[in-house]
């Protein structure tokens, strides 16, 4: 599995647009509110449409992809600690690959879980959570802005 991750801002009308640079193919997402009562987390799970490999994605063609959330259309995980989005906070955004859709509510889980445990969070625990998830993993660049 890839990993990837960024840190995110949320908007008043609550359409965010993530830009995050990926290997030129096409992808199949699946989206995942993951917040919590102290984080507002957002997990974007990802395969290519067409013969995923399943091993990291090794194309050295990047593109940027756009994708356009409708974060109040998101579904959000169960868990007893799970949270709605709370608009006045940046939202953490975690993006993962990998062609076992099976494998994408264990790793919301994690991560979730990962965040209820947290009193601060910063850039090195945000590293050190996607590499806790099995598979080779990469850390890519992506940004939530207003449209």
């Not at 989206?31 to 490999?53: E, Q």
């Not at 994708?67 to 993006?95: G, N, T």
Request: proline share 4%.
């Amino acid at each position: 599995m890839e990993t990837y991750n960024c840190f995110g801002y949320h908007y008043s009308n609550h359409l965010a647009k993530l830009e995050v640079a990926l290997p030129k193919e096409d992808y199949d997402y699946e989206y995942c509110n993951i917040s919590t009562s102290n984080w507002n987390g957002l997990v974007i799970s990802l395969k290519m449409k067409i013969d995923d490999p399943g091993h990291g994605l090794d194309n050295p063609d990047m593109n940027f992809e756009t994708l356009l959330i409708d974060l109040d259309k998101v579904s959000k995980i169960s868990s007893p600690h799970a949270a709605s989005f709370d608009y006045s906070k940046p939202i953490i955004v975690f993006i993962y690959h990998h062609k076992d859709t099976n494998s994408y509510a264990t790793n919301d889980m994690f991560c979730h879980t990962e965040l209820c445990n947290r009193t601060t969070i910063d850039a090195s625990i945000l590293k050190g959570i996607c590499q806790s998830v099995a598979g080779p993993a990469k850390i890519g660049v992506g940004s939530l802005e207003r449209l």
